[in-house]
Each structure stands twice: as C-alpha cells, then as structure tokens.
C-alpha cells in the first residue's frame, strides 16, 4: 500500500503559484466530492509553508460547498499575525470563483508548562484485528471491489464498522489507524495526514445510536466543521488509537469527539466535528 500513501503524500505537495497562493489538486477517484480530508490537510500545508517558527498547536475549520474531484483547489493564504510565542493563519480554498473551505490555525513555539492528560483507554492491539479489507470481503452485501482499492490510511476497527451495524449500537468508537507505509521524518506531513485520516471516520460515529452507517443508499453525509487540537509529537506511519464518541445528533446534524492516542499512551490530538446526517428522502427540495 505504499503506492497508495506515496500518492497522498503527493497530494499534499502543493504548488506555489505566488506569494501566499498554492494549487492542489484532488486524486484520479470516481468521487461526487472532494474528500474534506484531503482539503483540510492541503489547507494546513499551505498555512505552515508560510510559518517559520513553530509547530501546529490547533486548527478549526468549515467546510462551505462541496468540492469539484475535477478541478484544481486554489488555496489562499493571510498571514493574521506573527507574535513571539504565537503565530496565526487563515486559509481559504477557492474553486470556480467561489469559497468551498475555510481554515484558521495557529503555531506554537515550543514552551515548558504544566502537563497532564487522560489515561489510554485499553483496547486489542492493532494486528489482532483484520484490516478494513477483510471485514469487507466477509461481508457479502458489500461489492467485491471495495475491499481491493488502495488505502493510503490502514484501518482497524474495535467497534463495528459502518458496513456491519444492523441495530443501534452504544455511542462509542474505537478505530487504529496508521499511515499504510514509511513516511519521511517530516513533521509537517506527519500533521497533516493525522488531519486527513481524522477525517476518516469521525462523523460516521453519529449514527452508531441509530443502527446505521454512511455506507448505506439512504444516507447523506457531509463534514461541516472540524477542530483539532496537537498535544504531542508522533509519527503518522505508527499505530494511533482514535477513541471516539457521540454525545448528541438532531436537527440533521450530529457531533462527534475523538482522541487520538500513541500505541505508548500520549495523548496526539483532540478533535471534534459536526456534520449533516440525513435519510436521502428527508432532504428538503432547496
């Protein structure tokens, strides 16, 4: 699966068009819309290519229309402020005229200070678990091809997966996750693939009460805010435990936490997002 992390890692290779102007584009994928990871992790390496000091400490974005798999994301840069210990940007993704994505992030330099945090919670180690592939293939509701595409993040579920949920479950998830190869020792990149894949099964968590997943045909999904929060260094391409929760869904929105833990229990990031969950024949006609 290296090929398909080494094309991620591309993906996040943005290019300078001007001062504070870059251009990503989105994979050769069949898909109806950018995946908001891949937009929010081009957005931060486009805010930390304009930092000279210091480290990613937390971000918060918006995710405004839906983006087009088909064109260039043009990502535009304002350099907020530049403080001694802080250092704040702001980052709008741009496509056909108009704002799909909006982020603002802010570094840290690094400081001495108080320090606690949770306990990690138990949980099987990760090669106890079959990857994601596997669980599709023991699936046969599920079209074969599923379990053959590349995966840039491997992926083991705790809990079940959102193709094995037929009733409601508790409001709680556990999912490893790891880059699927070897990374360079680039902190940046290690960030901001943590910031892709946290967006990997975050909101789906939303509907473990109600029995159901994104996978299937009634369901719309869509992310619309997303906050992270960077405790601890770690390297992407080692196990990281992401425990998840739910604590409320209604109106057709739904919130979901994660923390995300090293396999030697720091405590990487917290991380919170909102996003639209609906029955497809529940949409309203605007």
Aim: proline share 9%.
């Amino acid at each position: 699966m290296q090929d398909a992390l080494d094309a991620v890692i591309d993906l996040l290779d943005l290019e300078p068009i001007e001062v504070n102007i870059f251009r990503g584009l989105s994979p050769d994928e069949d898909r109806q819309r950018v995946f908001g990871g891949q937009v929010a992790g081009q957005a931060l390496v486009a805010a930390a290519r304009t930092v000279e000091e210091g480290t990613v400490h937390s971000l918060h974005a918006y995710f405004l229309r839906p983006g087009d798999p088909r064109a260039p994301l043009l990502y535009e840069v304002d350099r907020i402020r530049d403080g001694r210990s802080f250092t704040t940007r702001r980052v709008v993704a741009i496509q056909h005229g108009r704002p799909i994505f909006n982020l603002a992030a802010s570094f840290h330099r690094p400081e001495e200070g108080f320090e606690h945090q949770f306990t990690r919670p138990d949980a099987p180690d990760p090669e106890s678990l079959p990857d994601f592939a596997a669980r599709v293939r023991a699936n046969p509701e599920v079209p074969d091809d599923w379990a053959d595409q590349p995966r840039p993040i491997d992926t083991r579920y705790i809990t079940a997966t959102p193709i094995e949920r037929a009733e409601p479950q508790p409001p709680f998830q556990q999912v490893w996750f790891r880059a699927n190869g070897e990374l360079p020792d680039d902190p940046v990149l290690h960030t901001c693939l943590l910031t892709y894949a946290s967006d990997m099964t975050l909101l789906d968590t939303t509907l473990l009460p109600h029995g159901t997943g994104s996978i299937h045909d009634d369901i719309m999904m869509a992310s619309l805010d997303h906050a992270m929060w960077f405790h601890a260094p770690f390297r992407a391409d080692e196990w990281m435990l992401y425990d998840q929760d739910t604590p409320f869904s209604g109106g057709g929105r739904g919130l979901a936490r994660g923390l995300v833990y090293s396999r030697g229990g720091d405590l990487i990031a917290s991380v919170m997002q909102e996003g639209l969950i609906r029955r497809i024949h529940a949409v309203p006609d605007d």
